[in-house]
């Protein structure tokens, strides 16, 4: 049975993203997906915040032929419902509606968690899952401030399960070959990274206090965070641009492309930090900074750059988002699922084209077949012990990059750093946004 199971796991490794853009492994079938060889071995997982980003979540690891979304969990009734039609109709089992996750996490038949709920819940929850010995998968970023960032490094330590965040990009195996080029010096030493991000979003206007939707149970929505009175231009999406609930552009889609940066430079935390920018484009209730520039320093003579801009969608180098390393012998870009090199004169070197496609702009689920291969590792990481592309501490590293660039815009000025962990020194101002208030009784802890 260990070696059927062996075999099944090494065959969906490598067909889970034909499964899950649709296709079908050789040698299975819709109808025979009951009876595949080890299908008792599968990971059950639970999924928690299924409006958008989870909702692609669920059904893709409903796709995933060695795992089972046996839970969903939301405080909007609509969005579970919606979660868990499209699940059953994958699976041909319907998952639970445990509206509480908490409760989902007394399930003993669920081995993971799934968190794709808004910022602000992210550590908390995973926290409190790692202590109930589930696993979790993570999305990015895997903490609201520093400080939780921290706790969840720390409760994995303590509690010993997996935790995966969801910058998926460390699995896409074009990007890991670019790196891989990077690191044996393509280009010489890389010494400067860039990276950016750019849409066109639309202003969210000014809301009014409105009544709570009887399908939100919005105490629990806001769970760590202290209470604010429900306006109606916040819930589901336009939470990430105010700071009690979300983190900003810097972290909602910087984090993905700081994580590559910091990958491919082999750097962990920074020395100095600066970042400037602000909420040009539209006078509204937005708080976080629609256009943002965050410099990183490190002490190994290198730095970065991040440039974000949520309301002019034009790009740079020819792509909405993406990242060039700059080194001594020439530059390296990736794209996607692809990457160039040039030489010093800008002439291309090699060229390695996307295998699938992407969809920067897709808000939910930009490239599913290829994210399966992230849960794949995720589920080796839990029934074999195998590393992980983005354990917790890496994903805690990256995260922290975004979060000091916010804290310098916020306070406005440059932060000096310990390069041996990024906290912030001689700053009590920048030191006080480190860790945020929470709602009395809501406080995470290991």
């Not at 595949?36 to 980003?53: F, K, L, Q, W």
């Not at 997996?162 to 070959?177: A, E």
């Not at 975004?402 to 912030?424: M, V």
Request: glycine content about 10%; overall charge positive; aromatic content about 8%.
């Amino acid at each position: 049975m260990e070696k059927s199971r062996r075999t099944f796991l090494k065959h969906t490794a490598k067909g889970s993203a034909i499964l899950a853009a649709g296709g079908i492994l050789p040698g299975f079938s819709a109808k025979s997906y009951a009876a595949i060889p080890g299908a008792n071995e599968r990971v059950r997982v639970g999924v928690m915040g299924v409006n958008a980003r989870g909702l692609a979540l669920a059904q893709n690891f409903a796709k995933q032929p060695n795992c089972e979304v046996v839970s969903i969990s939301d405080v909007d009734s609509r969005a579970s419902q919606k979660c868990i039609t499209k699940v059953e109709d994958i699976q041909k089992n319907r998952p639970t509606d445990v509206p509480d996750f908490r409760k989902a996490l007394e399930q003993k038949d669920m081995d993971a968690l799934i968190i794709a709920a808004p910022d602000h819940w992210h550590a908390p929850a995973a926290i409190l899952a790692a202590k109930a010995g589930k696993h979790v998968y993570l999305e990015k970023p895997c903490s609201h401030n520093p400080h939780e960032g921290e706790l969840l490094v720390a409760a994995q330590k303590k509690y010993k399960t997996v935790i995966q965040m969801g910058n998926q990009r460390r699995s896409w195996p074009n990007v890991i070959k670019g790196i891989q080029e990077l690191k044996d010096g393509a280009i010489g030493r890389a010494y400067f990274g860039k990276g950016w991000y750019t849409n066109n979003r639309k202003s969210i206007g000014r809301g009014k206090e409105a009544a709570v939707p009887e399908w939100l149970d919005y105490d629990l929505w806001q769970g760590p965070a202290p209470r604010k009175a429900f306006r109606d231009n916040l819930i589901h999406y336009n939470w990430h641009w105010f700071w009690n609930w979300g983190t900003g552009e810097a972290l909602n889609n910087g984090t993905h492309m700081i994580d590559l940066l910091r990958w491919g430079m082999g750097v962990d935390y920074p020395i100095r930090v600066t970042s400037s920018g602000g909420r040009y484009r539209y006078e509204d209730d937005w708080e976080t900074p629609d256009t943002q520039v965050i410099n990183l320093e490190f002490d190994n003579n290198s730095s970065m750059t991040w440039e974000g801009r949520s309301c002019n969608g034009k790009p740079l180098e020819g792509n909405t988002v993406g990242v060039v390393f700059y080194g001594e012998k020439g530059s390296l870009m990736i794209d996607g699922n692809a990457y160039t090199i040039f030489d010093l004169d800008g002439k291309v070197a090699k060229d390695v084209k996307n295998d699938l496609k992407i969809d920067a702009r897709n808000l939910t689920n930009p490239a599913e077949a290829l994210d399966a291969l992230h849960f794949q590792n995720f589920f080796d990481g839990i029934r074999k012990g195998a590393p992980l592309n983005s354990d917790i501490l890496s994903g805690h590293q990256s995260t922290l990059l975004c979060q000091l660039g916010n804290i310098a815009l916020r306070t406005g000025g440059t932060l000096h750093t310990d390069p041996s962990n990024g906290r912030i020194k001689n700053n009590k101002e920048a030191q006080k946004l480190w860790k945020r208030t929470y709602q009395p009784g809501w406080e995470p802890t290991v």
